[in-house]
């Protein structure tokens, strides 16, 4: 099993970033999955997931109407279109299953946001 995180960045405050999450090695059509952030001495945390159809999504309430989520179950592809970015996005963001059990984590990519 394999997550390649990319897309990440320096952007502005108020910027864009799309990022994107390629999956290999499991069959990533069956499960929901999961875009995740650490920032810096902060535990790990579950931004927005997605069902397997992608039909079903979720958010936490700060990122609510500026990020949206997506999968393409055809390319083993998740992705997270991030809009509006605040200084408080700031870390390095990582897919996963949305599930408590997960496989290995990748390197994530990193997004910073100045202000």
């Known amino acids: 099993v394999q997550f390649v995180e990319s897309g990440g960045g320096l952007v502005q405050a108020g910027g864009s970033l799309r990022l994107s999450c390629s999956a290999s090695?499991?069959?990533?059509?069956?499960?929901?999955m999961a875009w995740y952030r650490q920032a810096p001495g902060q535990e790990r945390e579950l931004v927005s997931s997605?069902?397997?159809?992608?039909?079903?999504?979720t958010y936490i309430d700060s990122v609510k109407g500026r990020f949206t989520i997506s999968r393409d179950n055809a390319k083993k592809m998740l992705l997270l279109q991030m809009n509006s970015l605040k200084p408080e996005d700031t870390a390095v963001y990582y897919c996963?299953?949305?599930?408590?059990?997960?496989?290995?984590w990748g390197q994530g990519t990193q997004v910073t946001v100045s202000s």
């Open positions: 996963n299953r949305a599930s408590a059990v997960k496989y290995l």
């Open positions: 997605i069902s397997r159809t992608g039909g079903s999504t």
């Open positions: 090695g499991f069959a990533f059509g069956v499960y929901d």
